[in-house]
């Protein structure tokens, strides 16, 4: 089965071509992202396997379906990016890995916590240069703070339970709640009682269409003077100009973004030689009290491998109409 793996990277090649090595698939590795522009080329493909940046609206998938191309082949967890009822029109299948490694992300979200409290992205200049001075640097112990874990699915539960370990009081929000968190001693919360007595905010909730700008200028507001914020869900969760005013004034105490709103047009590529263009972001980055990774939370070796494994394992079965892991809308 002739599949073309968009937006790859080397370690996916890595991973990827050794989980196919024992099966009937014949991948295709591009670093094209895909667009309305790069769809021509998966012409002749029936499998288009595609990662969370890549565009998957209504024009893209009539000219990967016009292309031959039957099944969509998700990397990702998330879907939030897939014209689904267009997809169905078309009938073409979108399959996805709704678990790989949740504790990459979660674990993710906790190495964003303690750089920011500890400020190791200071000290690690700082001594680097020379300068062992600490001024700057207090951070606060996390033990008795209070974290508010917003969706509790499985990366937001396996964070809880790494907040747990260090002594946080733990405060939830989902429709659905966890019993997983109820056993660690989580209080479920409405959305702005959390906000409000929450130390720690850390978004784990899928993108949809009531989750868009949950935390905006009026819940910004809400939190407690010198909070923090960490987003490892998705970019627009987030009203990120409103998270602009509310460093500025303070109100916001510390941020930690794994993912942009904007972020397709910039993460997973190299922009270092060029002029930064998207003016909230540069803004973002100036602030001492902010670190921003470039979609990484996933990154480790368990999940790629976990990643690649399922993927090929979709195709394989939906190709012998025993389809598992499908997207419906
Ligand atoms: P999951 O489906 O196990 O859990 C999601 C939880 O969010 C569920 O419990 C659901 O009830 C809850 N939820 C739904 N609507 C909500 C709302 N309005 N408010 C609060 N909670 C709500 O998913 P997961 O595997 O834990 O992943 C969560 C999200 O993390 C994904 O949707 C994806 O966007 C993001 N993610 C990011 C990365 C990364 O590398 N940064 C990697 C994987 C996943």
Redesign the pocket.
């Known amino acids: 089965m002739r599949t073309l793996l968009f937006s790859s990277q080397h370690y996916d090649q890595e991973s990827f071509t050794r989980a196919s090595a024992d099966t009937p698939l014949d991948l295709h590795f591009q670093s094209a992202r895909l667009t309305l522009d790069t769809a021509a080329l998966a012409h002749g493909f029936e499998v288009v396997c595609a990662f969370i940046n890549d565009e998957l609206d209504s024009q893209v998938l009539e000219r990967l379906a016009a292309g031959g191309t039957r099944l969509i082949a998700l990397r ?3 879907y ?1 990016h897939v014209d689904l009822a267009a997809a169905e029109r078309l009938g073409l299948a979108v399959v996805r890995v ?2 790989y490694s ?1 504790h ?2 979660a674990e ?1 979200a906790v190495a964003l916590i303690m750089a920011l409290n500890r400020r190791l992205h200071r000290a690690y200049n700082r001594t680097r240069e020379g300068d062992f001075t600490l001024h700057g640097l207090t951070g606060f112990d996390l033990h008795g703070k209070t974290v508010g874990v ?7 539960a396996a964070f809880a339970r790494i907040m747990a370990g260090f002594g946080c009081q733990l405060l939830a ?4 709640p ?1 019993p997983q968190l109820l056993a660690l001693g989580a209080r479920y919360l409405e ?1 702005p009682e959390l906000l409000r007595q929450s130390h720690i905010v850390s978004l ?5 269409e ?2 868009r700008h ?1 935390i905006n200028q009026a819940s910004l507001a809400s939190l407690q003077p010198g909070a923090m914020l960490i987003n ?3 970019g627009a969760l987030v009203d990120t100009p409103a998270l602009i005013d509310a460093l500025k004034s303070g109100h916001l105490g510390y941020l930690g973004l ?2 942009y709103e904007e972020e397709a047009q910039l993460f997973f590529a190299d922009r270092s030689d060029l002029p930064l263009q998207d003016d909230v972001l540069a803004r973002l980055l100036t602030f001492p009290n902010v670190i921003i990774t470039a ?5 480790t070796r368990e999940a790629l491998d976990a990643i690649a494994t399922t993927t090929l394992d979709n195709i394989i079965r939906w190709a012998a109409g025993k389809a598992q892991n499908l997207v419906m809308s």
């Open positions: 990702s967890a998330g939030n709704p678990a949740p990459a992300v993710h917003v969706g509790t699915g499985q990366i937001g929000y989902d429709p659905s966890n959305l784990h909730c899928p993108l949809t009531h989750t949950l490892t869900g998705r794994d993912v979609h990484q939370a996933f990154l």
